[in-house]
């Protein structure tokens, strides 16, 4: 079955540095998305994307946080100066989209930690 | 508001059945979703409800009751490798963000043997 690729698996990084978070999604579908699951909590929406432009965002997804899709396979989520409660695994996933009934394919995730 | 509710954990028996519950107030419905995630990995896809009633899929079933804003997940015959948490999730609308789901924080299911 296809996947949802996602690099580095795990990112360290201090406080207030700018990370860049990798992924790539199934090569046939049309929209992309981030979620972000802190330990011990819900998977919480973060943006979702469609035609090289975002379509949906949620709270979360404030000024800090930038979505690419820079070529035609890799789609990014930079956060630009990172926070302690940004530490969380961020999931990356694609659907080919237009039903209601798809299912979103997932990435295995990064783990990012902030110190 | 957007709201999920699910028991935090539940245990079982090998071979058993076991219902895992969902209720929900969303603001809008286009659906619902159950996932599986296993610890440190990613959610995988279990099942999809938008019409009232029940949908099977091997030994794995969901119901959907929307004026009772409602769901189970059955899953029959446990086996070991059931082990994980399993994720409820409401698709409030359609439309362009097809994939925004709002997730329940999920249902720790141990199988013992």
């Known amino acids: 079955e296809p996947e949802v690729t996602q690099t580095p698996s795990h990112q360290v990084t201090q406080m207030g540095q700018e990370v860049i978070l990798r992924c790539v999604p199934i090569?046939?579908?049309?929209?992309f998305y981030w979620y972000r699951q802190i330990l011990g909590q819900k998977v919480e929406f973060l943006v979702s994307?469609?035609?090289?432009?975002?379509?949906?965002k949620s709270e979360i997804f404030d000024d800090q946080f930038s979505v690419e899709r820079p070529d035609g396979s890799n789609f990014t989520l930079k956060i630009r100066s990172t926070k302690l409660e940004d530490s969380a695994m961020y999931f990356c996933?694609?659907?080919?989209?237009?039903?209601?009934?798809?299912?979103?394919?997932f990435g295995s995730g990064t783990q990012l930690s902030v110190l | 508001g957007q709201n999920i509710d699910q028991p935090t954990e539940m245990t079982a028996t090998e071979g058993a059945i076991v219902q895992i519950n969902c209720t929900y107030q969303?603001?809008?419905?286009?659906?619902l979703f159950w996932y599986q995630q296993h610890a440190g990995e990613a959610p995988t896809f279990l099942s999809y409800?938008?019409?009232?009633g029940l949908e099977e899929k091997g030994r794995f079933s969901s119901f959907l009751s929307r004026s009772k804003g409602y769901s189970y997940l059955l899953l029959k015959e446990l086996q070991m490798k059931d082990s994980a948490s399993y994720l409820c999730?409401?698709?409030?609308?359609?439309?362009?963000?097809?994939?925004?789901?709002?997730f329940g924080k999920g249902t720790k299911l141990s199988v013992k043997p």
């Open positions: 996933a694609s659907s080919s989209g237009g039903q209601l009934n798809e299912k979103l394919f």
């Open positions: 090569s046939n579908h049309l929209y």
């Open positions: 994307f469609y035609n090289n432009e975002i379509s949906e």
């Open positions: 969303t603001s809008g419905f286009n659906g």
């Open positions: 409800n938008v019409l009232d």
């Open positions: 999730a409401v698709r409030p609308r359609g439309g362009g963000s097809q994939g925004n789901l709002i």
